[in-house]
């Protein structure tokens, strides 16, 4: 007898399958295999609320990743597996991730927001080892979405932290764990069907199974030349990548984890849909990257201050160098090359290590989502200031900043002092939005008198110090630096202020 399909949004409603599945496992790999603990049973609404009583970011940022990864301790995880080897985590609780996201909010954000095709929603497919896009233009409506999937359609949400705010809170918070851009997509699958083809990707991926259930294979890098790529690679088909290291079918509740490099691809059982979410992070943040900001600004300091730099090539270089040249057997060559290795040794000497350091600091704020304010942090930061239009005026508009008041920054992370050589500028995630680099990098210049305060702030947090504390000669100097901050949403007060 044929089987009656049923769609995602009614599975979502429905008891999740809670057989066990076969795991093949491999020695180049970790895998845990989890009983649910204390912390394994906190709700993730719940959680979030503690976590917004924990007053430094820095930890609170650390508690969330430790549950995301339960029962693996961090430092275990960073140590063993961390752009290394995959990780299987199969807890046998489907309700261990609920509340990040689900297929019903899913439907409500078609139906509520404005999700453009190719901008915000993939439609995909995967057949007969052909990939294809099926992306009609303009917006996403339930009406044809659902279409799509009922025809065996994956559905790839792009950004949901744009859209959802829980999934904004949680990468908000990761962001300053790993001290580079947390980002998500959402991937909806219908039973017996696959959405992608193998490829690897340039991220830390770290795949949330949310509801039903998805087969997963995991294949070794190719060659040492795609171990930690700096860019995601093309489809490949199945005679290319060999036999997987990894194969097993994540449940509700289950997360796998592969560094970049790992070729993977998941495909739906046919019993079940799936909906999980990959949160990644760690794209383009490796030494190389730093480098290429360090060598660069190195070898213009050099030439600026080194006269060897600036001295003339051999006149008759060009007869024994190059790869024309490259089998001849001159000893002009190893001269040569002798002096460019004694160059190359005395530009390290000349490298702006920390000036080219906040150079990617500033990409990193610009890349950062905004932080998603507790309820507290709102009460007693500008957003909770009580001026307000009322009875054909503003009012409540004598909130003041005096020396006595007690201030902080809202977040460790959310401001950044970078000098540019003449000026010296704090750049700031606050008024960033949550759909990537929608708006240009914010900063505001910081004056000479107001430098040594702003990093006694920054050094200060998680403390909250007195306004007239800040290392500034005249008071009038601290007051206006606060109220700089404060009007830009980068510290909050001990207490929500009051009308003077």
């Known amino acids: ?22 795991v093949k496992t491999s020695s180049v790999k970790v895998l845990w295999e989890v009983q649910c603990g204390e912390i394994s049973g906190v709700a993730l609404d719940s959680l979030l609320g503690d976590l917004a009583k924990v007053s430094n970011s820095r930890v609170r940022a650390s508690k969330l990743f430790q549950w995301l990864i339960h029962p693996i301790p961090s430092k275990s995880f960073f140590r063993d597996a961390w752009e290394k080897k995959p990780v299987l985590i199969k807890r046998q609780n489907p309700d261990y991730y609920t509340g990040l996201f689900s297929t019903a909010e899913f439907d409500r954000i078609l139906r509520r927001d404005d999700v453009q095709y190719g901008v915000n929603l993939d439609v995909t497919s995967y057949r007969n080892g052909k990939r294809e896009t099926h992306n009609p233009p303009g917006r996403a409506l ?11 359609c994956s559905l790839r949400m792009l950004n949901p932290q744009a859209f959802s705010s829980t999934v904004w809170n949680v990468l908000s918070i990761l962001q300053e764990h790993f001290g580079s851009m947390a980002g998500a997509n959402m991937y909806l699958t219908p039973p017996g069907t696959q959405g992608f083809a193998p490829h690897y990707d340039d991220i830390e991926a770290f795949v949330v199974q949310l509801e039903g259930k998805k087969h997963w294979r995991v294949y070794n890098p190719r060659s040492e030349n795609e171990v930690l790529p700096v860019v995601s690679s093309p489809n490949f088909s199945h005679s290319e990548i060999g036999k997987p290291i990894m194969e097993a079918v994540l449940e509700a509740g289950d997360l796998l984890y592969f560094p970049r490099g790992f070729i993977h691809q998941g495909d739906c059982l046919s019993d079940a849909h799936s909906l999980h979410i990959t949160v990644s992070s760690y794209q383009r943040n490796s030494w190389g990257n730093l480098l290429a900001k360090v060598v ?13 730099f600036r001295g003339g090539l051999p006149v008759d270089y060009l007869t024994y160098m190059g790869v024309q040249n490259s089998d001849k057997e001159d000893p002009r060559r190893a001269q040569f090359l002798s002096r460019i290795e004694g160059l190359m040794k005395k530009l390290s000497t000349f490298a702006p290590v920390d000036a080219a350091v906040d150079q990617k600091a500033r990409g990193y704020l610009h890349d950062c989502l905004p932080p998603m304010l507790t309820a507290e942090e709102r009460a ?15 009012v409540d508009m004598g909130v003041a900043i005096r020396g006595q008041i007690r201030v902080r920054l809202v977040r460790s992370g959310i401001a950044r002092l970078c000098s540019d050589g003449e000026a010296v500028w704090l750049y700031y995630t606050a008024d960033n939005s949550r759909v990537y680099h929608k708006e240009e990098p914010k900063s505001v210049e910081i004056k000479a008198e107001h430098t040594d305060a702003m990093e006694f702030l920054i050094h200060a947090y998680p403390k909250f110090v007195t306004v007239g504390s800040l290392p500034c000669k005249l008071a009038e100097d601290k007051v206006s630096l606060a109220e700089l901050l404060f009007k830009r949403g980068l510290i909050h007060t001990a207490e929500p202020l009051q009308q003077s």
């Open 1 to 22: 007898m044929e089987k009656k399909h049923v769609s995602a949004f009614e599975l979502y409603q429905n008891a999740l399958l809670a057989s066990t599945p076969e």
């Open 142 to 152: 339930p009406f044809t979405v659902w279409d799509f999937y009922e025809s065996g």
């Open 296 to 308: 660069p600004a190195a070898l213009e300091m050099a030439m600026e201050e080194d006269v060897d």
């Open 380 to 394: 007693s930061s500008v957003q909770g200031a009580p001026s307000r239009w009322e009875n054909g005026e503003p």
